[in-house]
């Protein structure tokens, strides 16, 4: 796996700083030498965007008009900043901080604390979820797993756009959230957490982010003393910034504009916790003078790739889809994206850890390979699957690596190993460098073969092993390099946190996957309730997951695979459905027409016909022609067209609604009409948003029934299961 460019562990440091800007196309050449006022960059995916601001920072600084330690990069996770420290420091720009908002605010925090306010900083909550509940117990609210999330989510979306307990409910009222529960409830759900968190003097992530910007705004010297300190700022992946993250940078920059943000609107997957493209978008609007620069090929991706890419995002809707840009591939052909359907997921990992052996086998390296999910309570069936097919994977990031113990105790050790030298009999017989690391590393636990199985064991030895490559890669880079030589790269390394990359398949959730690629990439169930998510229900929220699986396939530079599973667990019903998304763009899904007993889902085409019938003139979806007949409006298609309906669906639903009459004592008709119901089970809707799509379904009835017939179109009893597995 590689963060933004990809190049060798140790490659040969740019001689100058024009040689720096070798290998970046005009744009990006632009991009890199206008380090001088506001700069936005608004590109799609893989269009060299990370690599434009590496290049930028190294490029300044090499030609001695930047400052490194004035310089501060801002980028979304803690392993694309430790990705940007290794190749500023490639580019011979090391000594440049490149940070999360959240890693330099608590450095800041960290250190400005003690002058601020006194004492000790608090210590960082570990467990949110827990403390939310806990208040949530006192308030005397019950919450369901769900709605412990929801909630949670709420308070951080609470705290970054800087509404407080008492301003929640109007705040919510007027973002148009989609709240979990009462809003009032929330309110105090939220009062509750914050003075929970004051009487354990604890403080939680957002915490250190709002401390930050209070202190910022109260203390003018402390506010003037790290400005003295950075001077310039460059942020990467920008489309995703929250309020409270802009505050803080507004802050950091005081009266100037030496600022450079890049971003891509169409990968915008964070703004269910407020964060909006809005800066990114208008930046020209608030600094009239940027220089405004747009990158439109696509380096990274294979045509084939990118022509998914596009089909996708020509389907978003809403403010960030008007942004588009279309990439342009400037690779050679490659593969065509392969899509599977699995009878259930045990088999679906099965299948997908199969062919990652086969292109492990025709020689893709492991970590050119990324299994990629929703929601990480996915892993576990891949986990499992590729242990039992002998193929090594990791969950974690490698951005803290020299903090794992194994990678402590290991350096540790080489540490002392290269203090007594020649003295040390372990080290007599052999004489090169990767030998006698290997030797050393033997004393720790590293073998020459992986430990059967997977779990911790297993996790040590890839540790360690990354270690014996680093060390073979720097003795051939520096052919008489001794021990106590790499003791000190290791150190310079833990310094920098540049991390070597583990030699497994990464396994990582969609979010996480952001502004990383790989050779080889696996975008695992795809079903309609799991992408889009159950729980996604209004519109915008439906158009974040699909930007999610934007982000998903654009991490493939050039194999792609996407797959789903029918049923959960074997011998399930298989009543789910492959992601609507893929409606139209997947092989055979073009065609409206679906053959009895498939799993196909109606095209987007025709969701959007059936949202648009509420406004415009209603097509058949089989023959498109234009319907004026209420019955037929109804069902989305001429009364006399072959009717896709699963007739199983449809006499489950019919008894569920005698059932249903019965106990209500009235008609059949009042719960639902014949129309409706074959409407419901032509569309098979996965998602409480997609029933209420269907002409009969209004809220009331959809709050009455909509829990029931949903569980009945997963296969599942009405009045129980769970949501997840819809
Ligand atoms: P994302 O939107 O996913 O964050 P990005 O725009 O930041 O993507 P990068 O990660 O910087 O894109 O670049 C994508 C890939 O294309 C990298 O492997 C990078 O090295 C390569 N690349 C970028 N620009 C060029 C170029 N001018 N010549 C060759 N390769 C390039
Ligand atoms: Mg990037």
Redesign the pocket.
């Known amino acids: 796996m ?5 190049s060798p562990s140790f490659p040969p440091v740019a001689e100058s700083a024009d040689e720096v800007l070798l ?3 005009p744009e ?1 050449r632009q991009v890199a030498t206008t380090l001088r006022g506001p700069v936005c960059v608004l ?10 601001i590496t290049h930028r920072i190294a490029y300044g600084v090499r030609a001695g008009i930047l400052q490194p330690a004035s310089v501060l990069a801002v980028t979304f996770t803690n392993r694309a900043a430790g990705e940007m420290r290794g190749r500023l420091r490639g580019l011979g720009a090391g000594g440049v901080q490149a940070r999360t908002f959240h890693s330099a605010a608590l450095r800041q925090l960290q250190y400005f604390w003690p002058r601020a306010v006194g004492g000790d900083m608090p210590r960082l909550v570990e467990r949110k979820v827990q403390l939310v509940a806990e208040a949530a117990a006192r308030c005397r609210i019950r919450l369901d797993r769900n709605e412990l999330r929801d909630v949670t989510g709420e308070i951080e979306w609470a705290k970054v756009t800087q509404t407080v307990p008492g301003d929640y409910a109007g705040a919510a009222a007027k973002a148009h959230r989609e709240v979990p529960r009462d809003a009032a409830e929330i309110a105090q759900i939220y009062g509750l957490y914050e003075q929970l968190k004051r009487d354990r003097m604890v403080i939680d992530f957002e915490d250190v982010l709002l401390l930050t910007v209070g202190i910022l705004q109260d203390r003018h010297d402390i506010a003037d003393q790290i400005r003295s300190q950075y001077q310039h700022f460059v942020v ?2 920008y489309q995703d910034v929250s309020p409270l993250q802009q505050r803080l940078l507004d802050l950091w920059l005081g009266d100037r504009d030496s600022l450079c943000v ?1 971003g ?1 609107a169409s ?1 915008t997957i964070y703004s269910f916790t407020g964060a909006t493209p809005g800066h990114l978008l208008n930046f020209r609007n608030r600094y009239p003078q940027a220089t405004l620069v747009k ?1 439109v ?1 696509d ?2 991706s294979t045509p084939q790739v990118v022509h998914l890419a596009n089909g996708l995002l020509a389907q978003a809707r809403g403010k960030a889809a008007e942004h588009r840009l279309e990439l342009i591939s ?1 690779r050679e052909s490659g593969p065509e994206p392969a899509y599977t359907e699995y009878p259930d997921e045990p088999a679906e990992a099965e299948g997908v850890a199969r062919r990652i052996r086969d292109l492990i086998a025709a020689g893709v390296p492991a970590g050119e390979i990324a299994v990629l999910y929703r929601i990480n309570a996915q892993s576990e069936v891949y986990e499992q699957a590729l242990a039992d097919a002998g193929v090594p994977y990791q969950l974690r990031g490698a951005e803290r690596f020299f903090e794992r113990q194994e990678v402590r105790r290991a350096v540790v050790t080489l540490r002392g190993a290269a203090h007594s030298g020649a003295n040390d009999p372990l080290l007599d017989a052999v004489v090169d460098l990767a030998s006698q690391v290997r030797a050393v590393l033997s004393s720790q636990g590293w073998t020459p073969e992986p430990p059967a199985g997977s779990g911790a064991v297993r996790d040590q030895w890839e540790s360690l092993a990354a270690l014996v490559r680093l060390a073979e890669d720097f003795s051939r880079a520096k052919r008489d390099a001794t021990l106590a030589d790499l003791v000190v790269e290791l150190d310079e390394r833990a310094a920098a946190q540049h991390a070597p990359t583990v030699q497994g398949v990464t396994l990582a959730s969609l979010h996480a996957a ?2 990383l ?1 790989w050779d080889a990439v696996f975008l695992v169930g795809l079903t309609d309730g799991m992408l889009p998510i159950t729980y996604a229900k209004t519109d915008d929220q439906i158009e974040e997951e699909r930007r999610l699986l934007y ?1 998903g396939v ?2 493939a ?1 050039l194999h792609l695979t996407l797959s789903w599973a029918l049923s959960r667990a074997p011998g399930g019903r298989g009543s789910r459905r492959p992601s609507r998304f893929l409606n139209g763009l997947r092989p055979g899904s073009a065609a409206l027409r679906r053959s009895a007993g498939s799993a196909d889902g109606p095209a987007d085409g025709e969701r959007g016909a059936r949202k648009r019938g509420r406004r415009g003139p209603v097509q058949c979806r089989v023959c498109r022609k234009t319907l004026t007949d209420a019955g037929e409006m109804k069902l989305m298609r001429c009364e006399d067209c072959p009717s896709d309906m699963d007739e199983g669906l449809y006499e489950r639903l019919r008894d569920w609604r005698a059932g249903q009459a019965k106990e209500l004592g009235q008609p059949a008709f009042c719960v639902f009409t014949d129309k409706t119901l074959m409407a419901i089970a032509e569309a098979a809707p996965a998602a409480e948003g997609e029933l209420a799509m269907i002409s009969g379904v209004g809220g009331r009835k959809l709050e009455r029934f909509g829990a029931d017939v949903l569980a009945i179109c997963a296969g599942e009893e009405p009045g129980g299961g769970s949501g997840e597995d819809a």
């Open positions: 590689t963060a933004a460019t990809h290998g970046l196309d990006q590109a799609g995916a893989g269009t060299g965007k990370t690599r434009a990467d992946e890049v891509d990968q990158l090929r380096y990274r400037q952001k502004g690629e982000v654009t991490r530079r």
